[in-house]
């Protein structure tokens, strides 16, 4: 089945979907993105996600070319074209194309880009990671200081991919001024008895959807919440650790700089904000 994907207003089989090379997005990563997940055909926070979409926008000055309701039917429209039961779905809209390549904005009446396609992920939910745990390691944090607003520029958390990769892990915990920010694609914690730790809110980090759902859920548990900076000393000292996104949902971290966290497997309190964040997104998916 060939993908069908939306393009400003049209749905198009994939290789039919075309934008300019004077796009913003292309030639200045003038552009920002979501990333949200679907478990059994059905949009896992879609309000949160919308939420953020709007607040990355009116950060960079910039105009939505649809409204939330109409960003709601794109996405369910795009599910059920493409039969996704399991998988994510991924927006991304930038400043437009201009007449030519500038680095000052375009004139405001410059049409954005909107760019929706589905990536099907069946298993998603029961991913074998989410079993065994998967190996971290840590590397400087070099991005810019505007990590909140969820911008389309990726390069540096592709090449800490790629270090991670080249040490036989599967990705990269960033550290700045001695302190974890948060992973390549993820928000990271760590768990020492009841109490779950991660780093606060602020410019240094990309608020989390999905972490804003685990401590939710995490506090209705009674379990205890620190939202602070904490070292890879200290994490390597934890009981568990483990990252939360829309493509992960709540991931145990077992190894970290080659060392085993705590016993070495999955955790307990990982797995329970796994099995509740999925139950209760699933009841409340849209
Ligand atoms: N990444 N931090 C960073 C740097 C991220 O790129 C992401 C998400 C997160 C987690 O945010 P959320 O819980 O809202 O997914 C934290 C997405 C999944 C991606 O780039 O594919």
């Given at each position: 089945?060939?993908?069908?994907?939306y393009v400003?207003?049209?749905?198009?089989?994939?290789?039919?979907?075309?934008i300019?090379?004077?796009?913003?997005?292309?030639?200045?990563?003038?552009?920002?993105?979501?990333?949200?997940s679907?478990?059994?055909?059905?949009?896992?926070?879609?309000?949160?996600?919308?939420?953020?979409l709007?607040?990355?926008?009116?950060?960079?000055?910039?105009?939505?070319p649809?409204?939330?309701?109409?960003?709601?039917?794109?996405?369910?429209?795009?599910?059920?074209?493409n039969?996704?039961?399991?998988?994510?779905?991924?927006?991304?809209?930038?400043?437009?194309?201009?007449?030519?390549?500038?680095?000052a904005?375009?004139?405001?009446?410059?049409?954005?880009?909107?760019v929706?396609?589905?990536q099907?992920?069946?298993?998603?939910?029961?991913?074998?990671?989410?079993?065994?745990?998967?190996?971290?390691?840590s590397?400087?944090?070099?991005?810019?200081?505007?990590r909140d607003?969820?911008?389309?520029?990726l390069?540096?958390?592709?090449?800490?991919?790629?270090?991670a990769?080249?040490?036989?892990?599967?990705d990269?915990w960033?550290?700045?001024?001695?302190?974890?920010?948060e992973?390549?694609?993820?928000?990271?914690?760590?768990?020492?008895?009841?109490?779950?730790?991660?780093?606060?809110?602020?410019?240094?980090?990309?608020?989390?959807?999905?972490?804003?759902?685990?401590?939710?859920?995490?506090?209705e548990?009674q379990?205890k919440?620190?939202?602070?900076a904490?070292?890879?000393?200290?994490?390597?000292?934890?009981d568990?650790?483990?990252?939360?996104?829309?493509?992960?949902?709540?991931m145990?971290?077992?190894?970290?700089d080659?060392?085993?966290?705590?016993?070495?497997?999955?955790?307990?309190?990982?797995?329970r904000l796994?099995?509740?964040y999925?139950?209760?997104?699933?009841?409340?998916a849209v």
């Amino acid at each position: 089945m060939t993908r069908t994907v939306y393009v400003n207003g049209s749905y198009l089989p994939e290789d039919q979907a075309t934008i300019s090379i004077f796009d913003r997005g292309f030639l200045f990563a003038d552009g920002v993105y979501e990333v949200t997940s679907v478990l059994d055909g059905k949009l896992i926070d879609f309000g949160g996600h919308a939420a953020r979409l709007d607040r990355s926008l009116s950060e960079l000055e910039m105009a939505s070319p649809v409204t939330t309701d109409e960003l709601l039917e794109i996405h369910r429209e795009l599910v059920r074209l493409n039969e996704i039961d399991e998988g994510l779905i991924y927006l991304q809209i930038t400043r437009g194309a201009a007449a030519d390549r500038d680095f000052a904005y375009p004139a405001p009446d410059t049409p954005p880009t909107i760019v929706l396609f589905t990536q099907a992920k069946p298993g998603l939910a029961d991913s074998p990671a989410s079993k065994t745990g998967i190996k971290v390691i840590s590397i400087e944090d070099q991005r810019w200081g505007r990590r909140d607003i969820k911008t389309v520029q990726l390069l540096y958390p592709s090449m800490g991919k790629m270090m991670a990769k080249a040490a036989g892990a599967d990705d990269a915990w960033m550290v700045e001024d001695g302190a974890v920010t948060e992973g390549t694609s993820n928000n990271a914690y760590i768990v020492k008895g009841n109490t779950i730790v991660t780093r606060q809110l602020g410019n240094e980090i990309l608020h989390g959807i999905t972490r804003a759902a685990v401590l939710r859920f995490a506090r209705e548990a009674q379990m205890k919440v620190e939202e602070r900076a904490f070292t890879m000393e200290e994490a390597k000292e934890a009981d568990e650790a483990f990252i939360t996104s829309a493509s992960t949902f709540v991931m145990p971290v077992v190894e970290l700089d080659g060392q085993p966290v705590g016993t070495g497997a999955p955790g307990p309190v990982t797995a329970r904000l796994r099995e509740i964040y999925l139950d209760e997104m699933r009841k409340a998916a849209v």
